[in-house]
């Protein structure tokens, strides 16, 4: 199946975007993650992989969004954001995940993707603001994966998103992606009303009719202001999610993403294992996108980003707390600890809203993708080799 992929990838795209993304991606990935190991061994963590909200103003209103998409956006500076990407760049990060908000509304997204050329980006995006002029932009730098956001059928997607004709503008920048030629994909945060329309093979073979190179399930985080708990999955349908991108990886020639198990099929969280942080727009330092709580933020110690997160005491207490209490999800499972740790650090509530902590003290504890005795092991020969090596708990799990 590996072959079948490399031959669409080859049909599919250019060869220098496939080669900025094998070296910048693939080769530099790797040497930042050898490199987080190296740190780790001398008792500093310093996460490879940054993800970074650059604003957070969006035209849609999602439920179940975390982001504070209501109120006047706020975006991060485009010098203060290069000047933190640079910081990032000099401990040998090479990938940036760009969050939002809708991250296409950033006005000066090409201006800092252009700054950046030894780098890679994956966008996280609805889709609904790639013309062909901003895809014509993004194959002439060639650093970028667009990954387009597809949340169910025409009529969930309206529902869920706050919109109408949601999915199909969403559909229309994914195909102005694949007609560019550019390398990408396509995440669905699986829960209640998508799981039987997109955890499905026929929804993935219509994704590689259209010439989609990736497809990356989360599993829905019920947090924010508008949690809607019962869309959440139960842990069979976590299982079942883990067990059909697995089917997937050794079946069809499309890569299969999943951060939240390892070779073995253990569960992690990449949070609590350092292997990521998040930034917010407001430049919060959080341990990812839905724990909106920080201790330290990207201007701290003369916006030395790598001396800041590598002395966070709000970030190795929440990872500490984290590892020992679950291999899962801590704000799922253990709310209650999460705001121990909190509050025990008088870490600040990163959200715009303000109402995180209450929000926190609101959630009742649910299964997460830990689930003890039910792992399954990865099938294909090189997920498990990449896991194995590169994506794994970094011995943070006793
Ligand atoms: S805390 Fe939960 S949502 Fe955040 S990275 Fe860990 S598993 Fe994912």
């Keep these: 199946m590996v072959l079948a992929l490399v031959q669409r990838m080859w049909r599919t795209t250019d060869t220098r975007l496939l080669w900025k993304f094998v070296y910048n991606f693939g080769y530099k990935g790797v040497r930042s993650v050898q490199r987080f190991k190296r740190r780790l061994k001398q008792g500093q963590t310093f996460p490879p992989f940054l993800y970074i909200s650059i604003t957070s103003g969006c035209n849609l209103r999602c439920r179940g969004c975390w982001v504070d998409v ?13 000047h933190l990407i640079e910081g990032a760049k000099a401990h040998g990060n ?7 908000g809708e991250p296409f509304l950033y006005p000066d997204l090409i201006r800092m993707l252009e700054q950046h050329p030894d780098c890679y980006f994956q966008i996280f995006t609805n889709g609904h603001f790639i013309t062909d002029e901003m895809a014509a932009e993004l194959h002439r730098l060639g650093n970028v994966t667009p990954l387009v956001s597809v949340e169910g059928t025409e009529l969930i997607s309206d529902q869920r998103r706050g919109r109408p004709g949601v999915l199909n503008r969403t559909l229309a920048g994914l195909e102005t992606c694949l007609r560019h030629r550019l390398i990408t994909g396509v995440t669905t945060s699986v829960c209640q009303n998508n799981y039987d ?3 499905t093979e026929a929804w ?6 259209r010439g989609v190179h990736y497809v990356w399930y989360t599993t829905y ?3 924010g202001p508008d949690p809607a708990p019962e869309l ?8 079942g999610v883990r067990r059909f991108a697995m089917k997937i990886r050794n079946t069809r020639p499309i890569v299969v993403v999943d951060a939240y198990w390892d070779d073995q099929g253990r569960a992690l969280c ?3 294992v350092g292997i990521s942080h998040h930034i917010s727009p407001t430049g919060d330092i959080e341990p990812c996108p839905i724990v909106q709580f920080a201790g330290d933020s990207i201007r701290d110690n003369g916006s030395d980003v790598f001396k800041t997160i590598s002395a966070s005491s709000f970030l190795s207490s929440f990872r500490a707390a984290a590892t020992g209490a679950t291999r899962g999800c801590i704000i799922l499972e253990r709310p209650d600890l999460l705001r121990t740790v909190v509050e025990g650090q008088a870490a600040r509530d990163s959200t715009l809203r303000q109402t995180a902590l209450a929000e926190l003290l609101a959630m009742q504890p649910r299964p997460s993708q830990h689930c003890p005795g039910h792992e399954l092991p990865e099938q294909n020969w090189l997920y498990r080799l990449t ?3 590169w994506f794994f708990g970094f011995g943070a799990y006793s």
């Design 70 to 82: 209501d109120r006047p956006a706020v975006s991060l500076g485009l010098d203060e954001l290069n």
């Design 204 to 209: 993935v073979d219509e994704l590689i009719r």
């Design 94 to 100: 090479s990938f940036f995940g760009l969050l939002g």
């Design 270 to 272: 990449p949070a609590a």
């Design 232 to 239: 959440a999955l139960r842990p069979e349908q976590m299982l």
């Design 387 to 389: 896991k194995k090596y």
């Design 221 to 223: 985080r019920p947090v």
């Design 197 to 199: 329309d997109l955890v």
